[in-house]
């Protein structure tokens, strides 16, 4: 079976030496002192090791199974939901009011990244329901949240999310459910949604699902669209749970990978729905917690790397093939372990720069986001709405490669299932799919978020790029050469090709679309380049001081040093596809291809 090890210490340098988060002046953060929140992740990383873990393989091979329209988890998920429901999890950074603990999502989030590298199935019912609510948070009347929310906080009950349809995914406005008004305010709900995550199964009393639906008569496309509550039971004005409602699970899916997550076909036949926020604003209504959710669905990409690099570290140390050309590492042996191997180190390397950079980038991600909420920022909102498509494109294409990446580790015994190297492969696969695709989140970012506002967010990114190269820069020369340097010239790059786009996307916008790839991945990497600038300051000035754990901080330099060496000068490759224009990728017809 694969092991896990929670990144308990990698976690808490992010968060106390490089982000300071218990000296931040947003609300909240000052019980953030390292004791606390090492005794937080603490346990959850023995929650994550030893209840969800175990269950991560039995989930993949059992998945979930359908019978008489209801839906079975996998052996032992009941159970660990239970545990985690009892451990106070599932609130972690929901409002006190409604039974949550009310910590910042900064924390939430670090705790998340354990429980989605042990189970991303598991989690995903949980991850869900905290989406769903939130949006009841943010959209519903008092009436509404003190009806569904401490049930849904302590996940009693649990959420869902119903956008997609057999012939909408993307384009929305396509939509056919429709909301039926009711004379007592309600709305009747029939339509058919498909691959609806958590849709049934048998760990909570209720489900409430969030369904998108156009109300009738209303205006055309995705203006027409608006938001519903529409639980699997009613609830009656005492919280009892009432009669069952119109919605029903049609069938499950087979798939590639997180079988321990049912994905269901949802039929609403005249069910009973509730109004969330105003009418056809349902995808503003919808989309509010965006950036928390698809910044949920960047950490599981680098969640499920993390997990599939620890494995094949271990593997590296241990399977004996070959002999290090400089000379025999393990004499002694008939061959030496796989480690020694510029090659194999290359590859670990990608994966341990990319998941402790990623790591760095999601927990950066989560304190705008506690920034925007907990304080009103408006810059710090802009900031993190730029750069959740990069977040969650960047780190599941790269999360998905760095699992391919562990797997190749093995050779074949990656291909083998009895390893659990490919299941972390196909969970991973999914990350990059829903919650908006990676192509449509790099059209979000090229032809949406960059003009935002004036382009005052990517101008304020710049900046802080700028001014950290300033306030860091011509005080050591090693420090320049290796971090300064690079992330200067990988800035540069991304400026290159925003000012290609300026220049050519006006008369004709395919010029920046066919770009746009290359521009998120590009973006993401300058990214992870600040973090790594950022970690090494840290590990420099720890180092300088009395560190107790030299090896910890001199690993985060030369780990440093090789994504800026090795990872980051990808931006020079992605400048010049975009600077090829649109003509290479647009000339052949449709039929040529
Ligand atoms: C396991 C699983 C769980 C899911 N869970 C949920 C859930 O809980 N709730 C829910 O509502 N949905 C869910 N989905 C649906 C998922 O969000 C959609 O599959 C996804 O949004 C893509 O929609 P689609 O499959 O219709 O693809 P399409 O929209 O048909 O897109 C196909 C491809 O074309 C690209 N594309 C589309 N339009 C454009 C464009 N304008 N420009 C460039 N490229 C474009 C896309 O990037 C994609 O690669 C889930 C899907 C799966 C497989």
Redesign the pocket.
């Known amino acids: 079976m694969p092991i896990y090890n929670a990144p308990t210490k990698d976690a808490q340098f992010v968060l106390h030496d490089v982000l300071n988060v218990s000296t931040s002046d947003i609300p909240g953060y000052n019980e953030l002192e390292a004791d606390f929140t090492g005794a937080v992740l603490e346990e959850a990383g023995k929650i994550a090791s030893n209840v969800l873990h175990p269950l991560n393989v039995v989930g993949d091979k059992e998945g979930c199974r359908l019978e008489n329209g209801i839906v079975y988890t996998p052996t032992g998920f009941k159970d660990a939901f239970e545990q985690m429901k009892a451990g106070g999890w599932t609130g972690l950074d929901m409002p006190e009011e409604y039974g949550g603990q009310n910590m910042p999502y900064v924390l939430a989030t670090a705790v998340g990244e354990m429980f989605s590298a042990t189970n991303q199935a598991f989690t995903m019912y949980q991850g869900?329901t905290h989406g769903a609510a939130s949006a009841i948070l943010a959209h519903g009347s008092e009436e509404q949240k003190n009806t569904y929310l401490p049930n849904m906080v302590s996940c009693e009950w649990t959420g869902?999310?119903?956008?997609?349809e057999p012939h909408?995914?993307?384009?929305l406005g396509l939509m056919r459910t429709k909301a039926d008004p009711q004379a007592d305010g309600s709305y009747k709900i029939s339509g058919q949604?498909i691959?609806?995550?958590a849709g049934e199964h048998d760990m909570a009393d209720n489900i409430i699902h969030l369904v998108l639906a156009k109300i009738v008569g209303g205006p055309d496309g995705i203006k027409g669209v608006s938001l519903f509550i529409v639980p699997k039971y009613l609830v009656n004005e005492d919280g009892s749970l009432g009669e069952r409602n119109g919605a029903a699970v049609g069938n499950i899916e087979e798939?590639m990978g997180?079988h321990g997550n049912s994905?269901c076909v949802m039929n609403y036949d005249e069910a009973t729905g509730y109004l969330l926020g105003e009418e056809h604003k349902g995808m503003r209504a919808m989309f509010t917690m965006m950036n928390e959710a698809r910044l949920g669905v960047g950490m599981q990409g680098l969640s499920q790397a993390d997990a599939a690099y620890q494995n094949a570290v271990e593997y590296a140390k241990d399977r004996l093939q070959g002999r290090d050309v400089t000379g025999a590492k393990n004499p002694d042996g008939p061959a030496d372990p796989l480690i020694v191997h510029p090659d194999i180190r290359r590859s670990l390397l990608d994966q341990k720069s990319f998941a402790e950079g990623g790591r760095a980038f999601i927990l950066w991600g989560a304190t705008l986001i506690d920034k925007a909420h907990r304080e009103g920022d408006k810059d710090a909102d802009g900031v993190i709405s730029l750069l959740t498509p990069v977040i969650k494109g960047f780190l599941t294409d790269e999360g998905y490669d760095m699992t391919v990446k562990a797997q190749q580790v093995y050779g074949g015994h990656g291909y083998i299932e009895e390893w659990g190297m490919s299941q972390y492969t196909r969970d991973a696969r999914?990350a990059m799919?829903?919650?908006?695709?990676?192509?449509?989140q790099a059209?979000d970012l090229v032809g949406r978020k960059l003009a935002t506002d004036g382009g005052k967010h990517v101008m304020a990114f710049f900046e802080m790029v700028k001014s950290f190269c300033k306030e860091n820069g011509g005080q050591d020369e090693a420090f320049d050469r290796d971090f300064i340097e690079p992330l200067k010239a990988a800035s540069k790059d991304l400026q290159a090709a925003g000012m290609f786009f300026m220049q050519n996307a006006v008369k004709n916008p395919n010029e920046a679309l066919a770009g746009s790839n290359d521009f998120m991945h590009m973006f993401g990497h300058v990214c992870l380049g600040l973090m790594w600038a950022q970690m090494a300051l840290a590990a420099r000035n720890a180092l300088a001081g009395d560190a107790s754990d030299k090896a910890f901080y001199e690993a985060k330099l030369i780990t440093g040093r090789y994504y800026m060496a090795r990872r980051l000068p990808a931006t020079g490759m992605h400048l010049a596809r975009i600077q090829s224009g649109a003509a290479p990728v647009m000339t052949l017809d449709a039929d040529q291809f």
């Open positions: 869900l869902t999310m119903n956008l997609t909408c995914g993307t384009d949604k691959f609806i995550s798939k997180i994905t999914i799919i829903y919650e908006g695709a990676n192509g449509v059209l």
